[in-house]
């Protein structure tokens, strides 16, 4: 007989509740935390570490929680992150333009400084977008990039993003805890990350390489003066230097990421993985997953991102230098590339699976990946940072309204969560509670399932 | 929820010498928590159970904080304290 396991202590559920400030914890079904820990235990590779504790919380910031007490470690599973990104999977996933998106991350970055200016929390709850998005790239290649993208999304496994979610949250904060008890796995993916880590160091910071201002111009699509050429050129380095100084940080995160990445594909193993001898198509299965999950972890930056401008801005104002660390979660992704290639490297027959290649099938991932990565800039990241960043500033320069309300975002929050997420983590009352009841809600009809996508000319 | 008078300093990872050195020297029950979020953020906090009073021990570690500029916060049983000085940490 095993000890019982313990998944709360008092010391926990204190920590759990001085982290929610969102939704009382109470209000949260039973059995939803049963479901996370199921879940949570297959990201565990054998039994359950004896004092790893696991609670839910409901917050603002909308993030999971590690934290370690000596030889205890609570993971705090943000229901708010995961309800968030969910919801952006399935506007993803139904086609919807780009302002839906953009709603919900400006509701996302408005929670998110609720406290520290209420005023600015509102605005971003009601935020007006306007029909045509302001797009980087011009007509021709945008539709290219919507083509592309419309073309990838049928082969995504959106039918699971509940478990994909879910699993790379709590896998991730599992992978934390690992790294100060590391079993042989973790060890190996310490390692894996620091290669990982260079790989990203020399994608991200391409200042150095001889073609700099072709890469810095996409190759002709974005002219740059020599001033413009040379600003970038500094800011590149000052990001290699921020990023070489958190190297021990970046490292860990790398590896948690990469922990994430297999767990969830070793749980998902049976929907990605054809039952053949034929390693291409494994391969071709494998790299399916590989979009799917690199599209969760774009979303999950895109949502960090807009909350940190959010935070910035009533910090010290959008348009002062950024925090140096606003750019690490986009090298993580860039990391990722790598990790999957490691990954991918274990679909090739033992024949194949040798170090020289390596490359090869490195450059196969990162030209499918990259291909998503840039459509799903072009056309969602893009269009989105741009008309928050103007919101912020246009809120910075007006006089500020005066907020009646002591919570601007009480009732206002179906255009974060929708009305059809919530039932599986909260209770009716408490989705009333939030985001208002069913009927006359002046955001209700945003916010339903079933809208028709518009066409791609509208994108 | 259960009151323990619980009083919770947290700041920057750069303040997790000196929690150390608070507890090493501290007759209190004190414990050190790290904190890491999804977003990649991270602090430390000093966790004082009991803790009948600010004692002179954590007067001084206060004081210490402020000349540093680290940036950390104060709270009793989830309540935060205004200290002079004290910038919201995290």
């Known amino acids: 007989m095993g000890s019982p396991c313990i998944w709360s202590t008092k010391w926990s559920q204190r920590r759990a509740a001085s982290h929610s400030d969102l939704c009382d914890l109470s209000e949260v079904r039973s059995e939803v935390a049963d479901i996370l820990r199921q879940l949570l235990m297959r990201t565990i590779r054998g039994p359950k570490p ?24 609570v993971i705090l599973y943000d229901l708010s992150q995961s309800m968030a990104l969910k919801r952006l999977l399935d506007f993803v996933e139904a086609d919807r333009p ?31 977008v306007p029909q045509e998005g302001e797009y980087l790239h011009n007509l021709g290649d945008l539709l290219a990039h919507y083509q592309a993208f419309k073309a990838t999304l049928p082969g995504l496994m959106f ?31 310490k390692s894996g990350a620091e290669s990982a880590f260079e790989y990203a160091l020399g994608q991200v910071c391409y200042e150095n390489q001889p073609n700099f201002a072709d890469i810095a111009q996409h190759w002709g699509e974005l002219p740059k003066g020599p001033e413009e050429l040379e600003k970038l050129r500094r800011d590149l380095v000052n990001r290699r230097r921020s990023h070489e100084a958190k190297r021990n940080h970046l490292i860990e995160e790398i590896a948690c990421d990469a922990y994430a ?10 929907v990605w993985q054809p039952k053949t ?31 940190r401008r959010a935070k910035h801005s009533v910090a010290s104002g959008i348009e002062t230098e950024k925090p140096a660390d606003i750019a690490d979660m986009h090298f993580r992704k860039m990391a990722l590339i790598y990790s999957m290639t490691g990954n991918a490297m274990t679909c090739l027959p033992e024949r194949l699976r040798q170090v020289e290649a390596f490359p090869t099938v490195l450059q ?20 989105v940072t741009r008309l928050i960043r103007a919101q912020l500033l246009a809120f910075e320069r007006q ?47 945003t916010s339903r399932r079933g809208r028709r996508p518009r066409s791609a000319s509208r994108r | 929820m259960e009151k323990l008078n619980e009083l919770i300093v947290e700041a920057e990872p750069r303040a997790q010498e000196l929690f150390e050195a608070f507890i090493k020297e501290s007759a209190e029950a004190a414990f050190l928590e790290q904190g890491k979020a999804m977003d990649g953020t991270s602090a430390v906090q000093l966790v004082i159970e009991n803790a009948p009073q ?28 205004a200290i002079d000085g004290a910038a919201g940490a995290g």
């Open chain 1, 277 to 307: 001898d034929d390693y291409e198509a494994v391969l071709e299965g494998y790299l399916r997953f590989a979009q799917t999950f690199f599209l969760i972890v774009a979303l999950s930056d895109l949502h960090q991102a807009m909350i």
């Open chain 1, 261 to 270: 990445l297999l767990m969830v594909s070793v749980i998902h193993m049976s």
């Open chain 1, 50 to 73: 004896p004092h790893l504790l696991f609670e839910l919380i409901t917050s603002k910031r909308q993030s999971a929680y590690l934290i370690d007490r000596g030889d205890q470690a």
């Open chain 1, 399 to 445: 006089p500020k309204p005066a907020i009646h309300s002591e919570q601007p975002w009480h009732q206002k929050l179906a255009v974060a969560f929708g009305r059809d997420r919530p039932p599986l983590t909260y209770t009716e009352s408490a989705v009333n509670a939030l985001i208002g009841s069913a009927e006359g809600s002046p955001d209700s009809h």
């Open chain 1, 364 to 383: 196969g991932v990162q030209s499918v990946i990259v291909g998503l990565k840039d459509s799903f800039g072009a056309l969602i990241a893009i269009p």
């Open chain 1, 159 to 189: 039918e699971w993003k509940s478990s994909l979610v879910d699993g790379y949250l709590l896998a991730h904060e599992m992978a934390h805890f690992l790294w100060k008890h590391p079993d042989e796995l973790m060890t190996r993916l």
């Open chain 1, 98 to 128: 780009y302002d839906e998106i953009a709603k919900l991350y400006a509701a996302c970055a408005g929670l998110s400084v609720a406290d520290e200016s209420p005023a600015l929390c509102a605005a971003l709850l009601s935020m007006p």
């Open chain 2, 54 to 81: 600010i004692s002179v021990a954590l007067a001084a570690l206060i004081g210490t904080l402020q000349r540093r500029r680290l940036r950390f916060s104060i709270r009793r049983d989830g309540i935060e304290l």
